[in-house]
């Protein structure tokens, strides 16, 4: 089973799925690592660790692209991709999805800001009519090539217009043939719980869970209890921020002590990461292409 098949089985369980954001190959090596069993290419967190940007719309459709690629060639677990607003217009979001999914995208999401688009936990979002994005999901579901592609539709109409206004849209985007459906900013677990009473009978749910920004993050348990089936902690609560709180104590002590020898005992031995990187494997397979020789003819 591929990995697009383990998300959509995974999907129709009882079981939340827990994808926290990445932005390279080692932190997805990392997040497979741990067991998790999906992971979220974030548009967040790309902008944020690669970058060193604000999620505000700064990173482009092929910047994504190449990183999708990265991580696929690196890990086996299902990628959720940001596919943001489409980077442009139905037509663009044509070629993201051909692009993304050829990479290696086993789910994508669109969202309906406009462009350029915010954090979802930023002030001062705006919104595309519900007509435009219709077209949009239209568009995406209509350039996959397999059908097994999971198509997201993301609103920020809470933030902007409203809880009852977001559930006008959703009822349009789950019309179109969404196959999975993403409130963003419900702010307490009652909106959650509307949210879950109106729709996870007939569509999975995914919810973003961010420790600060503009609201308070809920349990994991929580949010599996009341129905949700996938949640992304992205580059909000995730391991962008465990990284440069990690890096910030790593430099501030080579700066002042000269040596790292005080983290030796918060830090990988050489050996480890040699470990994660495979790097034996890769010796013995170089080695073994090295001294192979051709197979003999058998008309000779």
Not at 35 to 51: L, T, Y
Request: charged share 25%; proline share 5%; glycine share 10%.
């Amino acid at each position: 089973m591929n990995a697009r098949q383990d998300l959509r089985r995974a999907l129709q369980g009882d079981r939340i799925i827990v994808a926290p954001g990445v932005w390279d190959g080692m932190s997805a090596l990392l997040v497979q690592e741990a067991g998790h069993a999906a992971c979220c290419v974030s548009g967040s967190a790309i902008a944020n660790m690669r970058f060193g940007r604000p999620d505000i719309g700064l990173v482009s459709m092929s910047e994504v692209a190449e990183t999708v690629a990265v991580i696929r060639d690196r890990v086996r677990i299902p990628l959720v991709v940001d596919g943001d607003t489409g980077f442009g217009t139905a037509i663009n979001v044509l070629r993201t999805v051909q692009v993304f999914e050829r990479n290696g995208a086993d789910a994508i999401l669109f969202e309906d800001q406009t462009t350029p688009k915010r954090c979802g936990h930023l002030a001062g979002k705006s919104l595309i009519p519900p007509t435009e994005m219709v077209g949009k999901l239209k568009a995406a579901l209509d350039s996959r090539q397999d059908a097994g592609l999971v198509i997201i539709a993301r609103s920020d109409a809470i933030a902007v217009e409203g809880l009852e206004a977001a559930i006008e849209r959703a009822e349009r985007y789950i019309e179109t043939g969404a196959d999975m459906l993403f409130l963003e900013g419900p702010r307490t677990i009652a909106d959650l719980q509307k949210i879950a009473s109106r729709f996870r009978e007939r569509i999975p749910l995914m919810i973003a869970m961010t420790a600060g920004g503009d609201r308070n993050p809920i349990p994991v348990p929580e949010l599996e209890r009341i129905g949700y089936r996938l949640v992304v902690f992205g580059g909000g609560n995730g391991l962008p921020r465990a990284v440069i709180h990690a890096a910030r104590r790593y430099l501030k002590a080579l700066a002042a002590e000269g040596t790292t020898q005080s983290l030796q005992d918060s830090m990988l031995s050489f050996d480890e990461l040699q470990a994660l990187l495979e790097t034996n494997r890769m010796f013995d397979l170089g080695d073994q292409y090295s001294g192979a020789t051709p197979a003999p003819d058998p008309q000779e």
